[in-house]
Nanobody, 115 residues
Framework: QVQLVESGGGLVQAGGSLRLSCAASGSIFSINVMGWYRQAPGDQRELAATITSGGITNYADSVKGRFTVSMNNGKSAVYLEMNSLKPEDTAVYYC?????????WGKGTLVTVSS
């Protein structure tokens, strides 16, 4: 079992920054991808950014150049540095992990960007 717990969400003005953290615990030894998805009200959940255990990153076009995803060496935490935030970044941000064939999710943290 792996547990993913997010922190760092909140309210920020447009143009501001936030850093999300996700702590992974339990059987993390075969996690090979971690990252963040997000879901805005009325929308489907979508990719924000992911990073593999080898350090390869993938970003949604809408966040490229503004968001940075990183993972610690022990694969026990993943971070999302969000800069130049826009109102359209408002969403619940979910921590994501891929462990073999299994996809794991945190419960989410709300990010609200005011204009």
């Amino acid at each position: 079992q792996v547990q993913l717990v997010e922190s760092g969400g909140g309210l920020v003005q447009a143009g501001g920054s936030l850093r999300l953290s996700c702590a992974a615990s339990g059987s993390i030894f075969s996690i090979n991808v971690m990252g963040w998805y997000r879901q805005a009200p009325g929308d489907q959940r979508e990719l924000a950014a992911t990073i593999t255990s080898g350090g390869i990153t993938n970003y949604a076009d809408s966040v490229k150049g503004r968001f940075t995803v990183s993972m610690n060496n022990g694969k026990s935490a993943v971070y999302l540095e969000m800069n130049s935030l826009k109102p359209e970044d408002t969403a619940v941000y979910y921590c994501y992990a891929k462990k073999g064939p299994f996809t794991l999710w945190g419960k989410g943290t709300l990010v609200t960007v005011s204009s």
